[in-house]
């Protein structure tokens, strides 16, 4: 079945740095990808997605970069925000089935 | 901005009880989804349902689960007989559309507590 798994389990940036936050995937029939924004005590929040007929996408400070060769997936947040701090989770999505299979997430902190 | 809402926050039940988690998701949204989270755990999928009719489910999503959209606002996810194991955060979700081409809205999710 999917497996979607990320490579750091917590990241710690300085304010006004750039992040990367990295997902890889199982499934070469993949073909939608999420990234979701987790506060605490919220539910995820949608920040950009992108399908298998592109390797990048760019959105308002964050970059979705897609290696299909590699099964790899990553979220660039430009100049990163105390605002920012959550969890992110990639998520992974076939045409024609409904589920999400998503990641086990990413903690970023951003230090001040 | 629309936004999907959940009640309640949370839910605390003893095992073998029934509960009954609500959801109204985003008015014009057509697909409906129930997603959990176990504690330190992966979003988990449990349910698609679109035009009254369940349309995937997990192998989470066994006899003791049920959904239903019984007025034209709510959707609910059924747990019968609740296992200690259903400690979790139950997600609920919708979109407009096919999920290639629409997000899904998640809604703030209700905290399952099975004593």
């Known amino acids: 079945g999917e497996s979607v798994g990320l490579h750091l389990p917590t990241l710690s940036v300085q304010e006004g740095d750039n992040s990367i936050i990295n997902c890889a995937y199982s499934?070469?029939?993949?073909?939608?990808f999420i990234w979701y924004k987790q506060e605490s005590g919220k539910g995820p929040q949608f920040i950009i997605d992108i399908r298998s007929n592109m390797d990048k996408r760019q959105g308002q400070r964050v970059t979705v970069l897609l290696n299909k060769t590699v099964k790899h997936l990553s979220l660039q947040i430009a100049a990163t925000q105390p605002g920012d701090s959550a969890v992110y989770f990639c998520?992974?999505?076939?045409?024609?089935?409904?589920?999400?299979?998503f990641g086990s997430g990413t903690r970023l902190q951003v230090q001040p | 901005e629309p936004e999907v809402t959940q009640t309640p926050s949370h839910q605390v039940t003893q095992m073998g009880q029934e509960v009954i988690l609500r959801c109204v998701p985003i008015?014009?949204?057509?697909?409906f989804y129930w997603y959990r989270q176990i504690l330190g755990q992966k979003v988990e999928f449990l349910v698609s349902?679109?035009?009254?009719?369940?349309?995937?489910k997990s192998e989470i999503f066994d006899d003791q689960f049920s959904v239903e959209r019984p007025d034209g606002s709510n959707f609910t996810l059924k747990i019968r007989s609740t296992k200690l194991e259903d400690s979790a955060m139950y997600f609920c979700a919708s979109s407009v559309g096919d999920l290639s081409y629409n997000e899904q809205f998640f809604g703030p999710g209700t905290r399952l507590t099975v004593l």
């Open positions: 998520a992974v999505g076939d045409t024609g089935r409904r589920a999400l299979t």
């Open positions: 349902f679109y035009n009254n009719e369940i349309s995937e």
């Open positions: 008015s014009n949204h057509l697909y």
């Open positions: 499934n070469s029939a993949s073909d939608y």
